[in-house]
């Protein structure tokens, strides 16, 4: 069984920093494309960014360019997510993902494995 657990999150004021983490255990990591997804209340999950499996072909959200990197440690089947410059609205529940077709893809359907989330607030 392939579980996804997230940390990282927290409180923040606008402007800082955190690094959210997922430790995937129980499937072959390496050969996962992962993901992060955000969603906040009411709202339909989004594709933050996502990561193929072997490091070398990364994609972000237009809103988050140039501020969120997504990075990968296959020995330590881990993805992580360095978030700067951060803003009130990336305020939301944060979500890894991994997808076994390796398509890093933006589209949560293809995704096959979910962590249980992990809450990012981001105060003005």
């Known amino acids: 069984q392939v579980q996804l657990v997230e940390s990282g999150g927290g409180l923040v004021q606008a402007g800082g920093s955190l690094r959210l983490s997922c430790a995937v255990s129980g499937g072959t990591f390496s050969r996962y494309a992962m993901g992060w997804f955000r969603q906040t209340p009411g709202k339909v999950r989004e594709f933050v960014a996502g990561i193929r499996w072997s490091g070398a072909d990364t994609y972000n959200a237009d809103d988050v360019k140039g501020r969120f990197t997504i990075s990968r440690a296959n020995a330590k089947n881990t993805v992580y997510l360095q978030m700067n410059s951060l803003e009130p609205e990336d305020t939301a529940v944060y979500y890894c993902?991994?997808?076994?077709?390796?398509?890093?893809?933006?589209?949560?359907?293809?995704?096959?494995?979910w962590g249980q989330g992990t809450q990012v607030t981001v105060s003005s």
């Open positions: 993902a991994a997808d076994r077709t390796n398509s890093g893809s933006p589209n949560a359907r293809l995704y096959d494995y």
